[in-house]
């Protein structure tokens, strides 16, 4: 009996239709449109607007996209998770408000938090879950609604991030393709370094908090810049290295859009030419949580079935890591 890998078989995607570009960010903050490109490669980024909409919208949208495209019954989906660093409220989950409006009505679902790794995580979690032989269809969305936490009186933030989502469908293959390997990391020391400091536990929200803007998200550039290079790129070098891989035999780089200066440093490293290398971050910025998936359905014509590609991330708190996947299908 052939092994069971886990393959992903359908991808979709949604991003809001506001565009807040270069030129408007200028209107908000001391900022430039060529001090923005010449440092993260970002000319516009999405942003929902819709009153009363949050992560959860993004994440439905994106779903339903998938399953619109693929005809997919979404009552065999077994499993629903959905990646994101901001979720609708706390305590009840985003994924089981989406699964239950997409109508997964038979699938369990909750959400996955790591930061801007949060759908590489999700990516090792639901093919897991395939490999065990226990489901059939987990869909994996990558959302998130970065506006609802971004200062926007903040030049060092609110010109990186913006919103939208990207949702992935794994199933079982029993051809060797799909999910080959990962590589995942963390460390504590980037607690301090990309945060936000209120709203949890530590310091619940309060008349001060909100006085204080404690609750945007706050960043230490350079700091997270230096760990987001080495550390993205050791880990897609490990990756090659332990599966034999060369520049001549991947593919495609798909790497979490963060910034250019980020995405070239670990193509460098791993010897790939330009046009190996997926990148949409001058028309999205960094969705967090969404820039994987949403990089695979704007390259999905592109992709051939058997195609090598490596995903790598690296995210809050810190969290980074690399994954191998073997592409399935022809589009």
């Known amino acids: 009996m052939a092994k069971i890998t886990a393959a992903i078989t359908a991808v979709g995607k949604y991003v809001p239709d506001y565009i807040l570009t270069n030129q408007e960010l200028e209107t908000m903050v001391d900022t430039n449109d060529e001090w923005i490109t010449s440092r993260t490669g970002i000319k516009e980024?999405?942003?929902?607007?819709?009153?009363?909409?949050?992560?959860?919208y993004l994440a439905i949208k994106?779903?339903?996209d998938l399953i619109s495209k693929n005809n997919i019954n979404p009552e065999e989906i077994d499993l629903v998770i959905v990646a994101?660093?901001?979720?609708?409220?706390l305590v009840a989950s985003t994924a089981v408000y989406t699964a239950t409006k997409i109508g997964a009505v038979n699938a369990f679902a909750y959400d996955l938090q790591a930061a801007c790794s949060s759908f590489l995580y999700g990516m090792s979690t639901a093919s897991s879950y395939i490999e065990s032989g226990r489901?059939?269809?987990?869909?994996?969305?990558?959302?998130?609604?970065?506006?609802?936490?971004?200062?926007?009186?903040?030049?060092?933030?609110?010109?990186?991030?913006?919103?939208?989502?990207g949702a992935a469908l794994f199933e079982p293959n029993e051809e060797g393709l799909g999910f080959q390997d990962e590589?995942?990391?963390s460390d504590g020391i980037g607690r301090e370094f990309l945060k936000i400091d209120a709203g949890g536990s530590i310091l619940p929200t309060s008349e001060e908090t909100i006085k204080n803007n404690q609750h945007?998200?706050?960043?230490?550039g350079r700091t997270v810049f230096k760990f987001a290079v080495s550390n993205m790129a050791d880990v897609s070098e490990k990756i090659l290295e332990r599966n034999n891989l060369t520049k001549e035999t991947v593919n495609w780089l798909v790497p979490h859009q963060a910034n250019k200066r980020i995405i070239e440093a670990t193509a460098n490293r791993i010897g790939l030419a330009e046009?190996?290398?997926?990148?949409?971050?001058?028309k999205y910025g960094n969705t967090t949580s969404a820039t994987l998936p949403l990089l695979l359905a704007d390259y999905e014509k592109e992709l051939k079935k058997g195609d090598n590609l490596i995903f790598a991330a690296f995210g809050g708190g810190f969290t980074w890591g690399a994954i191998y996947l073997k592409w399935a299908y022809n589009k």
Do not use: W
């Open 45 to 56: 980024r999405r942003i929902l607007k819709k009153e009363g909409e949050g992560t959860s």
């Open 62 to 64: 994106a779903a339903e």
């Open 84 to 89: 994101t660093a901001t979720p609708d409220m």
């Open 135 to 165: 489901y059939k269809k987990v869909l994996l969305i990558g959302a998130d609604k970065m506006s609802s936490i971004i200062d926007y009186t903040d030049r060092a933030t609110c010109i990186i991030f913006g919103d939208g989502a």
């Open 183 to 185: 590589y995942l990391r």
């Open 216 to 220: 945007y998200v706050h960043q230490e």
């Open 275 to 282: 046009e190996k290398v997926m990148m949409n971050i001058s």
